[in-house]
């Protein structure tokens, strides 16, 4: 009899374990952003289904790739360009600094009906929108209204965008690293290293990079290593938070060293 008990005492130890290991996995999400404007892009389709593609709009490859991910069972995230500190040129669908809350409802509006299968959006550059809280917080509304979360690219250190989206009560992620500011296979898989080492320090991070052939190659490469650390390469949408748990973060953990260049 008390070997019996034992026994019970350790299979039910271990599997207490094991389901413990399990909940434990670290966690990453990677983001294609800037999909739309090349042929090229279409590579980003050999990526694992895990792999978020995130879309510009009224771009001439954009609704075509949008929907090839979606029937790959892949999460589509609107790509929103914003005004950035440097003026660059934001392309179709821009938001910026100069809109009301009509034009930026509209624009946004315009976009999603553009891009199919959408479940949130992230910035494209934005350096200088993401910081105003009056265009952030039509963005949060218009989201909110239309169940939709965002990811904040952190293309500045000042944004207030995530921070809005929680007041409003908007679901919402952060990027933590970029992988590919610089187009070489050798960088980016340094890149990728270092999103590993963060996942084990953190548990859970997000890192946005661009359907370059370069990256694509790097990340076919790469993503397969992630099984033999334990780490689980999830769906950007795995990592929201519950309703319940929306609070500010108090530590971004977002690598500014290798921030995306505007």
């Known amino acids: 009899m008390r070997i019996f008990f034992s026994l019970i005492i350790f299979v039910s130890f271990n599997l207490f374990a094991v389901g413990a290991n399990a909940q434990s996995k670290d966690k990453i999400a990677i983001v294609i952003d800037d999909i739309g404007y090349r042929a090229t892009d279409k590579t980003a ?38 005004e950035s500190i440097n003026n660059l040129l934001l392309g179709p669908g821009a938001l910026t600094s100069t809109m009301d809350e009509a034009n930026v409802k509209k624009t946004l509006a315009a ?3 553009d891009i199919p299968h959408v479940i949130g959006i992230n910035n494209h550059m934005g350096s200088l929108l993401t910081q105003k809280s009056a265009p952030m917080s039509w963005t949060m509304q218009f989201l909110k209204d239309n169940d939709l979360f965002f990811l ?8 207030q965008a995530e921070y809005i989206a929680q007041h409003v009560g908007v679901p919402s992620l952060h990027r933590h690293i970029f992988l590919d500011n610089k187009i070489d296979e050798q960088y980016i898989e340094q890149q990728f290293k270092k999103l590993i080492s963060s996942s084990k320090r953190n548990g859970a991070v997000i890192a946005i990079a661009h359907p370059h052939p370069t990256t694509v190659k790097v990340l076919k490469r790469m993503i397969p290593t992630l099984a033999k650390r334990n780490i689980e390469l999830v769906t950007i949408s795995q990592l929201l938070p519950t309703e319940s748990s929306i609070q500010i973060s108090q530590q971004m953990n ?5 921030k995306q260049v505007e």
Do not use: C, W
């Open 111 to 113: 976009s999603i009906a």
């Open 45 to 82: 389709l050999q990526l694992p289904k895990q792999v978020t593609f995130s879309v510009l709009p009224h771009t001439p490859f954009g609704r075509e790739l949008a929907e090839q991910g979606n029937q790959q069972q892949r999460e589509i995230l609107l790509h929103v360009p914003m």
């Open 254 to 258: 977002i690598d500014y060293s290798h």
């Open 152 to 159: 904040d690219s952190r293309t500045s250190k000042y944004s």
